[in-house]
């Protein structure tokens, strides 16, 4: 069936330096790719998405890439702070043969970040 | 004050028993999810609803139960039927395939 694997699963940086959280899926009609930072406790925030008809997509220190012919896509968060700190998950959508649903995704395990001041 | 409301944060459930999770949203979206998630797992879908009246099953819906009277409203039914209750609940809503999160509730199975 479809998957969506995130690596890696645990990622440490010290402040200021890059993150990068790579995933890959397998549905080739997955066509939307949302970015979730989830904080203890709380529910995952959408912090970034991007669309099969885009390749890049950048919103302050936080981008995103996506290579549909390899099937992969990454998120990218430059000069790393504290707050940054957290759980992400990537996603992807699942093509239309789910019972023809608009808006069900299909979930990585996770990559937890820690940001060292 | 937009946004997804879930109740109770915390809920504690003895073996047996139903417990029924709330989800409310004002966001005005038609389609509404329940994800399960355990530690160190993705968010696991359970549920999900495109309209009021109507809900198709996900990857784990045994032994779980929803309704959709209401376009604000998507409860989920955790029965005695689920084997290993015990997760964090999160609900979503969406307008088109861009889904937004409640903040969780906890069920702990004594």
């Known amino acids: 069936g479809e998957n969506v694997e995130q690596h890696p699963s645990t990622l440490s940086v010290q402040e200021g330096d890059s993150a990068v959280i790579k995933c890959t899926y397998s549905d080739s009609a997955s066509n939307y790719f949302p970015w979730y930072k989830q904080e203890l406790g709380k529910g995952p925030q959408l912090i970034i998405d991007i669309r099969s008809n885009v390749g890049e997509k950048k919103d302050q220190r936080i981008a995103v890439t996506l290579n549909k012919t390899a099937k992969h896509f990454s998120l990218h968060i430059t000069e790393t702070q504290p707050e940054d700190s957290a759980v992400y998950f990537c996603a992807a959508s699942r093509g239309m043969n789910y019972g023809g649903s608009q808006g069900n995704l299909i979930f990585g395990k996770g990559t937890k970040l820690s940001v060292k001041p | 004050d937009g946004g997804i409301t879930q109740s109770p944060k915390y809920l504690f459930r003895k073996e047996g028993q139903n417990v029924t999770l709330s989800c409310e949203q004002n966001l005005n979206h038609d389609a509404m999810y329940w994800y399960r998630q355990d530690p160190g797992q993705g968010l696991r879908l359970i549920y999900y609803?495109?309209?009021?009246?109507?809900?198709q099953k996900g990857d784990i819906a045994e032994g779980y139960s929803v309704s959709r009277e209401k376009k604000e409203s998507f409860p989920l039914t955790v029965t005695s039927a689920q084997k290993n209750p015990t997760a964090f609940y999160l609900c979503?809503?969406?307008?088109?395939?861009?889904?937004?999160f409640g903040p969780g509730t906890r069920l702990t199975v004594l």
């Open positions: 609803s495109q309209i009021v009246n109507d809900f």
């Open positions: 979503a809503s969406s307008r088109r395939d861009t889904q937004y």
